[in-house]
């Protein structure tokens, strides 16, 4: 029960800080932010789960997160660099850090097949709350039309990471060891 608890806490953390900057309608700036924290946050957990694993599904998974993310994160810098927009930091993005920061605490503390399940657990609750922040907050307050069309780019590749989560979250489920 406490590997669920805790895996929720970036959740919940990322969750507040969303409803908060939705309240204050986040500006392109705060937005790029977000975007560069999120992704940091799980590049930095498919690091982690790459190195510690031994399931080479759960390994392959998190190379994904990182290629993708990186790949993200690299398109985000350079629209922002070409808008000449700093990213500003704000309570969603420090909710993010500090989220992704207590799941790493947490993942560094397991191994083996509980390793494995918390951080496919912590990827499904992650990913449905990017896209959930996505659909209500970021997409709806991008001003600059190419920042939100990024968004709406990478919303696809978002949604397959969720789906392949859950996959892997079923599987471990079944695998009983």
Do not use: C
């Not at 510690?52 to 810098?77: E, P």
């Not at 397991?110 to 709350?129: K, N, P, T, W």
């Amino acid at each position: 029960m406490k590997l669920i608890s805790i895996a929720w806490l970036g959740t919940l953390a990322f969750f507040a800080g969303a409803a908060q900057a939705q309240s204050a309608g986040p500006t392109d700036p705060q937005i790029a932010a977000i975007v560069v924290t999120a992704n940091q946050v799980d590049i930095d957990a498919g690091k982690l789960a790459e190195s510690k694993t031994q399931s080479k599904d759960v390994k392959a998974f998190a190379q994904r997160m990182i290629t993708d993310h990186t790949g993200v994160n690299q398109a985000a810098v350079d629209l922002v660099h070409k808008l000449g927009v700093t990213p500003e930091d704000n309570a969603t993005a420090q909710s993010l850090k500090t989220g992704g920061d207590a799941n790493l605490a947490n993942l560094k503390t397991l191994s083996g097949l509980q390793f494995d399940r918390a951080y496919i657990d912590h990827e499904v609750a992650y990913h449905e709350s990017v896209i959930d922040a996505l659909d209500k907050t970021l997409i709806p307050s991008a001003k600059n039309a190419e920042l939100k069309a990024l968004l709406v780019k990478v919303r696809p590749a978002f949604i397959a990471h969720l789906d392949h989560a859950k996959h892997l979250q079923q599987a471990l489920g079944k695998s009983g060891a």
